[in-house]
DNA sequence: GGTTCCTAG
């Protein structure tokens, strides 16, 4: 395939000769004859089933389903019906039926678009494989969760929080009727805190179990116990009947598990549950057509630019989906698409520039949803979002820069206790992925800014989350359970270094002994859904009479919406806006001072006063809002525990709650060093604060900081002036000896 | 002088 480079390009261009490519583009995939291909479900090998009639995709599985309401005319009901037998799954539906009959751990291996998430649930219950009890379909985000359930509860022609419900982190639609009930992973892994052999389900279906969250290995492990526990000691042959003739207490009533994924790892999960059965399940996606680069293309930006042009001025319509690492390459990206735009001929289509990445205001990510305006070309710059949380309509061409950024926790113990983020390469299955979404609606074109080699030098997926985030949080929540990192049977091992990392952060926020075993603290901090030293800073404002202003801050700290919106564009009336709101100790006072105004704002103005004022302030309402949310709920968890939450230190008491959130942030201590940077109390490394701190560019003599980030430099970020006698008295200048 | 994406009775 050649493409056509205009003469503004080639203007521009010129300079970089030895930097083109001359038949820019290789075709791995000469699947291209435009129509869907012939579905199957093929078990441990053979196919058990053929062909399927073409039509065109009636819905994806990541769900866009809530427009079908539950109180569906007959007509429509029925149009769901067909749309139902017309999955690529319902073909297989017998065969699938009899395998989890017969099998305790089923793993499912389906591709996106085969229907596996939505149907597997209503066959088991179709098929009474459930008994009387409840089916957990488990996923990694509340959207999927939510919109799943919406879409089953209209094909059973129900109404969402009977038959079929869900359950997510503040959102629970489910009844005492609920069989179907679709749910969060850490919904279930907290629910395994109170229930530990999770004796209402009957059915676990895990759900992108390939993604390997953090949560969703941490369930797996525990589900292979509790079978044994619930099941007997099960050897791949069905206890149920076993089970049933025993009699014994209600928990013994058997569990089935699938597991389902969607590429690549299958054998890993069957091998995990000792040889289970491998059912494969085809999707319906249309061709991608894929074009690697000849040469590397190390200015992937300016590349991508490059790409989208030769789109632009020769393909057919069709919406451009540009993958980049990160808002910065976004942002960039923007001002010269838009700059280039503009010269473009009379004859040429308009462009739209869309972006799209989770920081961004919601109402400027929903933008991408709006109609592409006729003779207009939609150019959408998205990050990772946009690659399986999110499926956006109208795209047929992808261009991918093989680049992502990555999130690596680094243990204490190799001179880190930090995050690093860098940008890095994407895997084979990301690459597989991003392709795909040109194929969603019709045949698409994927143009990768790297070469083929490059390609199959990628590893073939992400690390599992376990061996890359620290592990305080899961791991205190283990203990309450009686459980271990150490002694649970995990898919992946975490690294030595990061559990003795962990296990000091415990043992130094005095949740865990000095023999590993859980205090009596520990077991109060973990009934908080917060990071350990968030929960720790909770249990300390109890003493000190302030946990109202603490919970503000702590709820703020985390909302997953940053509080203060960035833009490098107004950057100078940014920095002016926040001064009001800014106080002397702080970055932890002044989101105190943030909030507070925000309530005080939410008394008078109506809903639209309170986001223009948002906007005015360049303050991120979602984060508001959201923070909101989870205060309430932490007020709810503080009754429970006895702490009185309304309890507030109030005017001239801020003393007490930078005290509180110290007895959290102890071991996040640095001292001012000569030179202006600063040195880990606990740790060698020289830290600076970030830049968007109010206590950057000041000479505060000791901080205390939520979080160190290493980006370019390490930097501590929500930062607070701190009492240098205080911190000592905290025991955390003799642990520094220790 | 600068931040991928998720998530917790």
Redesign the pocket.
Known sequence: MRLYRNHLQQKQEEKKKQKRYSAPWVDIDSEDDGRPRKTSVKINGTAINGHHKATSPSHNESGRATSDAPTATSSKHAAIQEQRLNLPITKGKDALIREFRENDVTVLLGETGSGKTTQVPQYLLESNLAGNDTIAVT???????TSLAARVAAEQGVKIGTLVGY????D?RCGSDTRIKY?????I???L???PLLSKYSVVIVDEAHER???TDLLISNLKVIQRQRNGNGTGENNYSKAKGKEKEKATNPLKIIIMSATLDAEKFAKFFSGAKVIYVQGRQHPVTIYHSLQSQTDYVDSAMRTFFQIHTDQPPGDVLIFL??????EGLEKSVELFAKQLPQACMEVLICT?????APGQNAKVFNATPPNTRKCIL????A????TIPGVKYVIDTGK????RYLARNTGGGF?T?M?RDITKSSAMQRAGRAGREGAGFCFRLYTEDAFKAMKPSAEP?ILR?GLA?SLL?LKCIDQDLESLDLMDEPDRDSLISALKTLFLLGAINQKKELTPLGREMA?????PV?SRAVVASKELGCTSEVLIIVSVL?????L?T?S?EH??A??ESRRKFRHSSGDHLTILNVYKAYQDITKSESKSGRKAWCKKHFLNERALLEAGEIRE?LV??CQRAGIDPKAEGGEGKEEEVIKSLAHGLVANTAFLQPDGSYKQVMGQSVV?I???STL??RKTPTIMYDEL?????I?A?GVTSINKGFLAGLGALSQRQA
């Open positions: 996923q990694p985000r509340k959207v999927a969760a359950s997510v982190r503040f629970e749910m969060t992973d850490g919904m892994v907290r629910e805190m109170s229930d969250s953090l949560r690492p990160g808002q910065e390459d976004i799209m990445y989770a920081s961004q998205a990050t990772n979002i690659e399986t949380s999110i992502c950024k990555e999130k995050d983020l940008t989350e985030c949080s929540q009934a908080f859904p917060l990071e968030y985390s909302a997953s919406s940053k203060f960035d490098s950057r100078d940014i920095s709920q709810g968890t600076k970030h830049p968007s950057s560019e980030v290493y980006t370019n430099q930097y970020r």
